[in-house]
Structure formats: C-alpha cells, structure tokens
C-alpha cells in the first residue's frame, strides 16, 4: 500500500508540490487513536528519540551526582541551533567531568542557525563539534559514562555501555527489538536504530506519562519532560518549529524533529504519542503533518487549534517578504476530526 497524499505546497491558487507519508497517534495501551499510510514499516527516527536516549542519564543517578541543571538535561534532549547559549551549555556539561570539546565524537557543522554561523564567520572563526547540533546528546553521553566509571573513548560505538543503555532505553520504552538488520549509523556517528511508526507513538505515549514504565525509568521520564518544558529554546532555538510550539503550549505538548521528515510529540494529559514519517524527507511536510495530528486531539473550545493554525498552514513568502502561497494538509489530515 502506498503512503497517501498528507501536505500540499500551494503558490498562488495552485498546488505546486505534494509531500506523501505515513503518521500514527497511539495511547499508553498500544491502541491506535489514528493513523494513515505504512506505520509499521520501520524508519530511522534519527534525532527524534533524543530524550529517550536521554533517560539513562538521569534514571542513573548521573544528573544528580553532577548536579546538572533543567536546560542541560533539556540540551541533552535536543537537536539545538548552535546559538551561544547551546554552546556555553554544552561546554558546561563537559566541564562538569572534566572533559573538553576534544572529547565530542559528534563530528563538526556549521550552526544549525543562520545568524550564529554568520557571527561566527564575521569573527574569522570556525565551528567546533560544540556547535553541531548534537553535541548537548553527545555531552549527555559524556556525564553518563564518567558518573558510571566508564571508558569515555568510543563512547559513541554501539558496544559501549552508554549506546547499550541508550538502545536498552528504546527497546523498553518502544517495545521495539532492536537487531543488527535495523541498525545503521547515524550523521553524529551514534548507532541509528529503524522502528515502526506505531513503536515509535506508543513509546511516546509511555515517555509522557510513565504509564508501562518501572518506576525509576517513569521518574526520569517525567523529569526530562519538565526539563523540556521549561527550557523549549534549548531543545531546537529561536525562531524553530520545536520551540516555538512547547512555547506555545508549554508542558502540554512535546514535539522533537528527527531528519528525514522524521517528527514525534506527545501530549502528555491526554496519554497520546505521534510519529510521523514524510517519504521524501522533508522537514517541511513533516512539521504541517505533526501539527495537524496534534491539532485533531486538541480541545476544539479555548483557542488552541487557532493559535496551532499557522504550525498547519505556514504562510510562504518570497524574498521581499510577499506572501506567495502556502502548505496545508491533505487526504487523510485535511478531514474533519470525527
């Protein structure tokens, strides 16, 4: 079966491009509150699983001993714009254990963010692994792996203890097993683990309210979440679709970007987990895709589908600023919620 037709691109009164993919919304006991498309073929989540990675860190007891603060477990969460703010954060984690950028396995890119990859250049300087956007998961790896007594180099291959804690993480939360055929290697050199759009909700679901979860793993959870909320400018940056929804609606709503077209969230009060899944990677489609499924299980009453509309629907506009069409959902998204 092919994944139905679920964003349009619109310039002027014409659709100018079509996005295809696959999408589910799952609660706490696996049942599926809605879904199009192939849910159960397995995709790489990417960044996406982030605070699931997460969890060891601080179910471990190495939050604690390091004394890290709300936004350095949100940094450990996210997929961050490499602003000075997520660099001087992740330089502090790592001076928690002694360590310095030299220890980063994450690779190096310019800033995810356009202003501080100019800054950086208009002082004659070049990135570090710090301004990649995973350094924050790659300095969380670091702390957990110092406060349990581990080697720290090769933190990032498959057979440390970290990545087996942090796959160990994934297979629980999910309920997805995890093999060497759905194992890759990720763009920060961490492995990269395909699991079913429907794993991927359910684990969401279960992320959000502990529900499944032991009562070790469901207190970090619920920790990370808080973290995530209070510090959404950690998890993504200014100006970007992650932060700027969990701005809007705070701890009632949680969404991470993977690549590829990669998107999951939750809504935590209503034991919800989406993930969705754009064929061909575009962030763009996957970003109206998830609005819009958290937009179906929003109250109708008190205004939150309006100020979601512009998540929904982004407005295009060109060079000079002229509004020259925008996405909107289609198929199975643009139907009205029964």
């Not at 001087?88 to 202003?115: F, I, K, N, Q």
């Not at 301004?131 to 924050?136: A, E, V």
């Not at 406060?147 to 057979?159: D, H, K, L």
Request: aromatic letters at 6%; a neutral charge; proline letters at 5%.
């Amino acid at each position: 079966m092919a994944n139905p037709l679920v964003v349009e691109v619109m310039r002027g009164v014409r659709v100018e491009s079509r996005h295809s993919g696959a999408g589910a919304v799952v609660d706490t006991d696996g049942a599926v509150a809605f879904a199009f498309g192939e849910i159960d073929e397995p995709v790489f989540p990417r960044s996406a699983v982030k605070a699931l990675q997460a969890l060891p860190l601080v179910e471990s007891g190495a939050a604690d001993a390091l004394q890290l603060s709300e936004a350095e477990i949100a940094l450990a969460c996210a997929s961050h714009s490499g602003a000075p703010a997520h660099v001087e954060t992740a330089t502090a984690m790592l001076a928690r254990v002694g360590l310095d950028v030299a220890s980063l396995a994450c690779g190096v890119h310019w800033p995810v963010s356009e202003e501080a990859s100019r800054a950086l250049a208009g002082a004659g300087r070049t990135p570090s692994p710090l301004h990649n956007n995973c350094s924050g998961k790659h300095a969380g790896f670091l702390c957990l792996a110092c406060a349990s007594g581990w080697e720290t180099r090769g933190y990032e291959q498959a057979a440390h203890p970290v990545q087996r804690a942090a796959k160990a993480a994934i297979e629980d939360v999910t309920g997805a097993a995890l093999g060497e055929d759905v194992c890759a290697t990720d763009g920060c050199s961490i492995p990269t683990y395909a699991v079913a759009l429907r794993a991927l909700a359910l684990g969401f679901a279960r992320l959000a309210t502990g529900a499944g979860l032991a009562r070790r793993r469901a207190a970090a959870a619920t920790r990370i979440f808080a973290a995530v909320a209070a510090n959404p400018a950690m998890v993504a940056g200014e100006g970007r679709f992650d932060t700027e929804v969990m701005r809007l609606f705070g701890p009632r709503v949680f969404v991470k970007t993977g690549a590829e077209g990669v998107y999951c969230a939750a809504l935590p009060d209503l034991g919800l987990g989406f993930a969705v899944k754009a064929d061909d990677g575009a962030t763009r489609a996957a970003q109206v895709m998830i609005a819009a499924m958290i937009g179906r299980f929003l109250p109708a009453e008190g205004g939150d589908r309006a100020r979601l509309g512009p998540f929904v629907a982004p407005v295009l506009r060109n060079w000079n600023g002229i509004e020259v069409g925008a996405l909107r959902a289609a198929g199975p998204l643009a139907r009205t919620p029964t």
